[in-house]
């Protein structure tokens, strides 16, 4: 399964297990670079993913009449 096709949590715990195995230092060197490009891998597909989903993120805001409103996130540009 290729790693944009995971979930972010199923990302995560694939990350956190390749960490786990590299910190054990019983991997060869082979497999300690296979590893190792296997997280930065999955890094970059749990980056996507945090990317896609801040875009989607809206603000609430809350005006001087106490109303609160709806507005979309940009994270390139703040008013």
């Not at 790693?3 to 786990?20: C, G, I, P, Q, Y």
């Amino acid at each position: 399964m290729a790693t944009k096709d995971f979930s972010f949590e199923k990302a995560m715990a694939e990350l956190e297990e390749t960490v786990r195995a590299l910190e054990e230092g019983k991997l060869t060197l082979d497999e300690s670079l296979k590893a190792f490009e296997k997280g930065i891998k999955l890094v970059n597909a749990c980056n996507e993913k945090l990317n896609s989903a801040e875009q989607k993120i809206k603000i609430l805001l809350t005006d001087e009449n106490g109303e609160i409103t709806e507005k979309e996130f940009n994270a390139e540009k703040e008013d």
